[in-house]
């Protein structure tokens, strides 16, 4: 089921966050605003803590760290717990390696005030963490999933000049991103209703998301809706949304 949480969901923007270490170029305030490009840094790749402080118990569900730069060695762990700097025996999960973004759904819906992620990828060749958002809040999913033979596109930007005769000179890779086009087909009044409300919260550009398209998979975006859309009243409750495109924020150029 398409599984998402929008960034003005997020609780992480209320939280107090306190890192092992920092790079003062990137501070850690950087993971709870947009954009993504700007990202938070550590001064070492080994063993680095951020510890999470809520004014109250938050109720959660999911937790994705957007745009980071850890490998396939990274270990990721979560956890939650009712004093400062949790010890895993109130909750604790592993939160899976995946490119760019990642994500983690939760059994159960957990409730904690005080959260920490740490983070080991001692052999990271950059020798630095980095990561653009922290989003955690409930698990938020439509009531009814797209239609069959939706599309990823992947976009490449690079420096790019043409000349007066045709010629293309080409420059650094700039970014790379992924375009998700997609219907849906709706067969009730409720679920029209669910799929235009949550278009509408969107605000098309304005509302930035993690979307995750199949929690089977390992794949997760964060970008927001780029198009218009219109509701096609097909039969008696059957409405079909198309027209339906999500695209991928820009993750800024590396200077690794």
Do not use: C
């Not at 909750?91 to 983690?104: C, D, G, L």
């Not at 809040?137 to 939706?150: D, E, H, M, P």
């Not at 304005?206 to 970008?223: F, H, K, N, Q, S």
Request: charged share 20%; net charge negative.
């Amino acid at each position: 089921m398409f599984t998402y949480l929008k960034f003005a969901d997020s609780h992480i923007a209320n939280a107090t966050l306190t890192p092992d270490t920092e790079d003062a170029l990137y501070p850690v305030e950087n993971v709870q605003a947009e954009p993504a490009a700007e990202t938070y840094r550590s001064t070492s790749a080994s063993a680095q803590k951020i510890l999470i402080d809520y004014a109250a118990p938050v109720l959660a569900g999911q937790f994705l760290l957007i745009n980071h730069n850890l490998t396939s060695a990274a270990t990721i762990t979560l956890r939650g717990g009712s004093s400062q700097d949790p010890d895993g025996l109130d909750f604790e999960v592993v939160i899976p390696w995946a490119t760019r973004n990642a994500w983690v759904l939760f059994d159960a819906l957990e409730t904690w005030r005080y959260w920490s992620l740490t983070i080991d990828d001692a052999s990271n060749p950059d020798g630095v963490l980095e990561m653009g958002l922290l989003l955690h809040g409930l698990k938020w999913q439509l009531t009814r999933n797209f239609n069959l033979a939706s599309e990823r596109r992947s976009e490449t930007v690079n420096q790019a000049l043409e000349s007066e005769f045709g010629v293309i000179t080409t420059g650094q890779n700039l970014y790379q991103r992924t375009r998700f086009v997609a219907t849906w087909k709706t067969t009730t009044d409720a679920e029209r209703l669910a799929l235009a409300e949550f278009l509408a919260r969107l605000e098309k550009e304005r509302g930035g998301l993690a979307w995750i398209p199949d929690p089977d998979e390992t794949v997760a975006y964060y970008g927001r809706l780029v198009t218009d859309h219109s509701e096609v009243r097909r039969f008696a409750h059957i409405t079909d949304f198309s027209g339906l495109e999500l695209l991928e924020d820009s993750t800024g150029r590396s200077l690794f």
